[in-house]
């Protein structure tokens, strides 16, 4: 990981997770999106359908992470299209990787960073989870990940307590919700809501929408 990726990860003010479980996979995020020490958009979801077969979760820049979704939504299709074949997971997978080492190597002002989670199911049934990092790495996860989200270390100290090899879906929908609030109440670029996916043999399903709001109560003097 090289010293941009390092500076990054102060940066992208995100919470997002993957957790591998026995029957599916399970994938959440916050809402919070900042811009510097603010918070501009307390309802952007991060966590979002790319087609009939994939998930993915983002964390970084929003623009590049809405414009990485378009071109491997498109690129996925004229693939499709041409072999007349659906492309697998890990196809899947190694475009963001590869649109995603392309585009952090070009020469521009404005430096490419955004990190991605991918999970998805295949024409056998099977299902996996890989995680992108901004340089283009891609790894598949045989547990769980966070990827570079500022949340992470917060994520995955709950996570390393918490998950274990034989979870199911329903487990981890509840372990997910967990870290993600969390994750919310230390991480100043994390807040504001839950969202959470899953991928099965039933497809992808958006099982969670839940909104964190702020409460001012009186305190009760002693």
Known sequence: MDEEIKKSILRTGTSILGIVCKDGIVMAGDRQVTAGTIAISKREQKVVKVNDYLVAAWTGMASDAQMLKKLVVAELKLKEL???????????????????????????????IAGSLVAGFDEDGSFSLYSIEPAGTVTKVEDYDANFSSG???????????????????????????????????????????????????????????????????????
């Not at 649109?99 to 490419?112: D, E, G, K, S, W």
């Not at 879906?169 to 509840?174: A, F, H, L, P, S």
Request: hydrophobic letters at 35%; glycine letters at 8%.
């Open 82 to 112: 041409k072999s007349k074949i659906r492309p697998s997971v890990k196809e899947g997978a190694s475009l963001f990787g590869m649109l995603a080492y392309q585009n952090i190597r070009q020469p521009t002002m404005v430096p490419f």
């Open 152 to 222: 992470m270390p917060f994520i995955l100290g709950l996570l390393e307590r918490g998950y274990k090899k034989d979870l199911t879906v329903k487990q981890g929908i509840q372990l997910a919700i967990e870290c993600i609030k969390a994750s919310t109440q230390r991480d100043t670029g994390s807040g504001y809501g839950v969202d959470v996916f899953t991928v099965t043999s039933d497809g992808i399903k958006h099982v969670v929408k839940q909104e964190i709001e702020s409460a001012y109560r009186e305190e009760v003097s002693k």
